[in-house]
């Protein structure tokens, strides 16, 4: 039995894999380069063109670019509505932001649990945490894959509420055959590097309702608008502007914009990528039984932004940390995705109490992300996978 590099033994490798790293080929410089010395590094055509490719590629009738996927939460909420006393539900395994945008706007997020197997928002909790202030809920396609969107979108539909799709993890995933983007009422993207398509920085508001995508436009550039057509006074000339409501600078650069348009060009080729190592891990992981493998819905053909590797503590002689700190002993550098949203400090002080999920702190105290990127090697697949497979010979029961 090999020894674990962290008791004394070898590591599985010399140098350290991180668990994500963005892809840039000569293409995405040439893009970049070429808009470096055009008349518009912002507020120029790359914008509008983005919007339409993510339209083309999902099937939204509407996307509104903006600065980050933060940012694109925001103006959802802001174009959903949501004021003082709204509340809206949403998972608490996600980056703080599909909760805090909802404080944005003097909302109150409301966490429903996520399903044991599957790691996504139980769509009978959510129903289970409806009430009169009810005003949306944000599904977060959580690692990449979709969401129970029939589901949810049927539940919502019968309430009257809106249902919003955080997917930052997701582009690339289809839905029933259906590239999401297009199902929800809006549907968030992220491009932050650890993704699957980076821009640097970068978010979209994908929609195809019309009235949401005036609102999503306004709210992204300072409530400023520029068409006469929404004008509240008389033009006093070709200059002429007004700001009709309070938004923000939101806007993205045409830096940005080439760089994710000339990433979509890899998309199929990034996302065959990413299954292929998932499929890898699968075959390894589920022969074992003290571990956990996330289960997919079939309606889901996912494209993959996180492997979430799950221990059973139960069988092991090591829990999570002692486990990660193993992994990256032997030069495997996992992180945690994530903290449930409720157990951060500033949402103690907002008086949220641990216990509201039990699904969700369980599989808080038992995950990591092994390293999933379209640049891993097939050897530094094999890396992790006999590192994983070593540490679990060498602590299991």
């Given at each position: 039995m090999?020894?674990?590099?962290i008791?004394?033994?070898?590591?599985?490798?010399?140098t350290k894999?991180?668990?994500?790293?963005?892809?840039?080929?000569?293409?995405?410089?040439?893009?970049?380069?070429e808009?470096?010395?055009?008349?518009?590094?912002?507020?120029g055509?790359k914008v509008?063109?983005?919007?339409r490719?993510?339209?083309?590629?999902?099937?939204?009738?509407?996307?509104?670019?903006c600065?980050?996927?933060?940012?694109?939460?925001?103006?959802a909420?802001?174009?959903?509505?949501?004021?003082?006393?709204?509340?809206?539900?949403?998972?608490?395994?996600?980056?703080?932001?599909?909760?805090n945008?909802?404080?944005?706007?003097g909302?109150?997020?409301?966490?429903?649990?996520?399903k044991?197997?599957?790691?996504?928002?139980?769509?009978?909790?959510?129903?289970?945490?409806?009430?009169?202030?009810?005003?949306?809920v944000?599904?977060?396609d959580?690692?990449?894959?979709?969401?129970a969107?029939?589901?949810?979108?049927?539940?919502c539909?019968?309430?009257g509420i809106?249902l919003?799709e955080?997917?930052?993890?997701?582009?690339?995933?289809?839905?029933?055959g259906?590239?999401?983007?297009?199902?929800?009422?809006?549907?968030v993207?992220?491009?932050?590097?650890?993704?699957?398509?980076?821009?640097?920085?970068g978010g979209?508001?994908?929609?195809?309702?019309?009235?949401?995508?005036?609102?999503?436009?306004?709210?992204?550039?300072?409530?400023?608008v520029?068409?006469?057509?929404?004008?509240?006074?008389?033009?006093?000339g070709?200059?002429y502007?007004e700001?009709?409501?309070?938004?923000?600078?939101?806007?993205?650069?045409?830096?940005?914009?080439?760089?994710?348009?000339?990433?979509?060009?890899?998309?199929?080729?990034?996302?065959?990528?990413?299954?292929?190592?998932?499929?890898?891990?699968?075959?390894a992981f589920?022969?074992?039984?003290?571990?956990?493998?996330?289960?997919?819905?079939?309606?889901?053909d996912?494209?993959?932004?996180?492997y979430?590797?799950?221990?059973?503590?139960e069988?092991?002689r090591?829990?999570r940390?002692?486990?990660?700190?193993?992994?990256?002993?032997?030069?495997i550098c996992?992180?945690?995705?994530y903290?449930?949203?409720?157990?951060?400090?500033?949402?103690?002080?907002?008086?949220?109490?641990?216990?509201?999920?039990?699904?969700?702190?369980?599989?808080?105290?038992?995950?990591?992300?092994?390293?999933?990127?379209y640049?891993?090697?097939?050897e530094?697949?094999?890396?992790?996978?006999?590192?994983?497979?070593k540490?679990?010979?060498?602590?299991?029961?």
């Amino acid at each position: 039995m090999d020894k674990p590099a962290i008791a004394g033994g070898t590591p599985v490798r010399e140098t350290k894999l991180y668990y994500g790293h963005q892809y840039i080929d000569e293409a995405d410089v040439k893009a970049v380069a070429e808009v470096l010395v055009s008349e518009a590094l912002t507020c120029g055509p790359k914008v509008p063109e983005l919007e339409r490719r993510l339209c083309a590629l999902t099937g939204a009738k509407h996307a509104v670019m903006c600065s980050n996927g933060t940012a694109a939460l925001h103006i959802a909420m802001m174009a959903a509505g949501i004021g003082e006393g709204d509340e809206v539900i949403t998972s608490p395994i996600t980056f703080a932001a599909s909760a805090n945008c909802v404080l944005y706007c003097g909302g109150k997020p409301v966490f429903a649990d996520i399903k044991p197997d599957t790691y996504n928002i139980d769509p009978e909790s959510v129903r289970a945490k409806i009430t009169d202030r009810t005003r949306a809920v944000v599904a977060v396609d959580y690692s990449g894959q979709a969401a129970a969107l029939d589901e949810l979108l049927a539940l919502c539909r019968e309430k009257g509420i809106l249902l919003i799709e955080d997917g930052a993890h997701s582009i690339g995933t289809k839905y029933k055959g259906k590239p999401v983007g297009s199902i929800a009422d809006m549907t968030v993207f992220s491009f932050h590097p650890v993704k699957t398509v980076t821009g640097g920085e970068g978010g979209a508001v994908l929609t195809n309702n019309d009235a949401l995508y005036e609102k999503l436009m306004l709210y992204r550039s300072h409530g400023i608008v520029k068409d006469a057509a929404f004008f509240e006074h008389e033009s006093h000339g070709p200059w002429y502007h007004e700001q009709i409501d309070l938004g923000y600078n939101y806007r993205i650069t045409d830096i940005q914009c080439a760089l994710i348009l000339s990433q979509l060009d890899k998309l199929e080729m990034f996302s065959a990528r990413r299954r292929e190592i998932v499929n890898k891990y699968n075959d390894a992981f589920s022969k074992i039984p003290e571990l956990f493998v996330q289960q997919e819905i079939a309606e889901s053909d996912t494209t993959r932004h996180l492997y979430i590797l799950r221990i059973n503590p139960e069988m092991l002689r090591i829990d999570r940390k002692g486990f990660f700190e193993a992994m990256a002993a032997e030069n495997i550098c996992c992180n945690v995705h994530y903290i449930p949203v409720y157990w951060h400090p500033y949402y103690e002080k907002l008086g949220y109490k641990k216990g509201l999920c039990p699904n969700a702190e369980k599989l808080y105290e038992e995950m990591m992300s092994l390293p999933l990127y379209y640049s891993m090697t097939d050897e530094d697949v094999d890396d992790v996978i006999r590192a994983v497979v070593k540490l679990v010979d060498y602590y299991k029961k």
